[in-house]
């Protein structure tokens, strides 16, 4: 689960929610959370995404504020420590792209480049005054006493002195990395001060960094941020680093926001698959199912869980498509449970859970995702063994999973429709012949019974999900909602 949205209240809670819910999170079948940046940002308001100060965990009085706009060092480590006794391992979200918040200005020497085309110069060099200087005098050299200027980035859209809005500027004698996504010519610069990654202080400090990071909060996996800006290379070097000093095998997941499915490919393979990354090509999918874009037949086509499906985590919507924010992108709520029931009830993939998704985000006026809290608990105890597919159909497509004899009560039959009602003779099995299965869902009240040959007519209603199950298992998960 992404166990944080972008809208969440700035009072300060928000690590002590964490651990108070572990245990609930737990029960429900949650195995891993990614939680929001832990360090200080540009303010007490930041999100975590405006990164300030990598070492300030909330523990110095920083930007306005001790605490971070979840809480202090303190709850955070007792936030891991919840979750790791509930079982749960931790994400936790790093951003090393770029510097925001800077204490001090320095001249340097800069080339604007037009912001659509990185790589065209569009004036010679000038002097702008930019917020390069980044000395943390509130934490004063605890953890760490490398500070940072303008040698160890390669370029800012802000010049203090015209204060204009439309500029990037690349300073002079630097260059924009090589081996990022190709968007814009070059989309190396993202925003704020955009961290030089091949300077070798950069790179030692923040090895440095992660390892103590790690070490200090002993959060078990990492998600990156913003992979696509960052020379692909980097990565691929940094991360086996960071394994061997630790001596954990660090799970990361990436976040290289591109629906393109040979980008994603590629640079899996540029990293020789030493993360996984988040399926944008099947969440833009079913942005356009939502909207009636694609049909049913076609959800997987283009998405990465169906081309690399050992390197992916699969999602419907995070903080980042939320409505507001730029890649606004929200699945509709009709879809949402169809969505989730493709991420959660097949073998391939590793699912993600948005928090809004599951309780509601009132910021917004958004209600839960109607019987998400089923989906996740069939899949905990009941989506096992063969999977066979039905996806022929335009409209209404469907699939089983045979069951297997470690799980009792597993096996399952899944149909959806994003039109008209509809019924697919599916499957199962002779091994439950004569069984009835009951949708868990509460679309359809009537059962089915399995025939001789194994094969069920399941069914369901126009624009909408059914999750057949075993009686026992339907009586199991409606007890104990």
């Known amino acids: 689960m992404q166990y944080f949205e972008w809208y969440l209240p700035n009072d300060g809670l928000w690590w002590k929610r964490c651990a108070a819910k572990a245990s609930n999170l737990r029960d429900l079948g949650i195995t891993q959370v990614w939680l929001p940046p832990a360090y200080k940002g540009t303010s007490q308001e930041d999100v975590g995404y405006g ?19 979840y809480g202090t060092k303190q709850e955070y480590e007792e936030a891991v420590r919840a979750f790791h006794k509930a079982g749960i391992q931790v994400f936790a979200d790093i951003v090393l792209n770029h510097r925001l918040g800077g204490d001090g200005t320095e001249i340097v020497s800069a080339e604007s480049v037009s912001p659509e085309n990185r790589n065209l110069l569009i004036d010679d060099p000038q002097k702008v005054k930019v917020w390069s200087l980044f000395q943390f005098p509130g934490r004063n050299g605890q953890y760490s006493s490398f500070t ?22 690349r300073f002079t004698n630097k260059r924009w990395a090589k081996n990022v996504d190709p968007e814009k010519g070059n989309f190396d610069y993202l925003m704020g001060m955009n961290v030089d ?31 696509k800006h960052i020379s692909f290379p980097f990565y691929r070097n940094l991360l086996p680093y960071i394994r061997r000093e630790t001596g954990m095998d660090i799970p990361a997941v990436g976040e290289y926001w591109s629906g393109d499915l040979e980008r994603l490919l590629h640079y899996l393979n540029m990293v020789n698959d030493e993360m996984s990354l ?22 997987f086509d283009g998405s990465l869980v169906q081309n690399r499906p050992q390197n992916v985590v699969t999602f419907v919507d995070n903080h980042d498509t939320q409505y507001g924010q730029s890649l606004q992108s929200f699945v509709e709520d009709w ?21 809004s998704d599951y309780y ?34 335009d409209h209404v497509v469907g699939w089983v999973r045979r069951g297997d004899i470690e799980h009792e009560n597993s096996g399952m039959a899944v149909v959806m429709s994003d039109d008209q009602p509809g019924t697919l003779s599916m ?37 909408n999900v059914s999750v057949w199950v075993r009686q026992k298992a339907f009586e199991d998960i409606i007890v104990n909602e």
């Open 335 to 355: 879809f949402k449970p169809l969505a989730y029931a493709l991420i959660l009830l097949r073998w391939d993939g590793v699912p993600c859970v948005f928090y």
């Open 360 to 393: 509601g985000n009132p910021a917004q006026g958004r209600v839960q995702v109607s019987n998400l809290g089923k989906l996740i608990k069939v899949r905990r105890w009941y989506a096992y063994g063969e999977q066979a597919d039905w996806f022929g159909d």
């Open 197 to 227: 990654m091949s300077n070798p202080e950069v790179l030692r400090e923040t090895q440095k960094w992660l390892v103590w990071f790690i070490n200090e909060t002993h959060i078990d996996g990492l998600r990156l941020d913003a992979v």
């Open 278 to 299: 988040f399926d944008v090509a099947l969440h833009y999918n079913f942005y356009d199912a939502s909207q009636g874009r694609r049909s049913l037949k076609y959800i």
């Open 148 to 169: 940072w200027n303008h040698t160890h980035f390669t370029g800012t859209d802000w010049d203090e002195n015209t204060q204009a809005m439309d500029r990037i500027f």
């Open 427 to 463: 499957e199962i099995g002779t091994a439950y012949a004569g069984e009835s299965f009951f949708d868990v869902m509460g679309i359809c009240t009537d059962p089915v019974i399995i025939d001789e040959n194994g094969f069920g007519k399941f069914r369901t209603q126009g624009r």
């Open 51 to 69: 990164v300030y100060d990598l070492y300030d965990l909330g523990e110095f009085d920083q930007k306005g504020t001790v605490r971070t706009k």
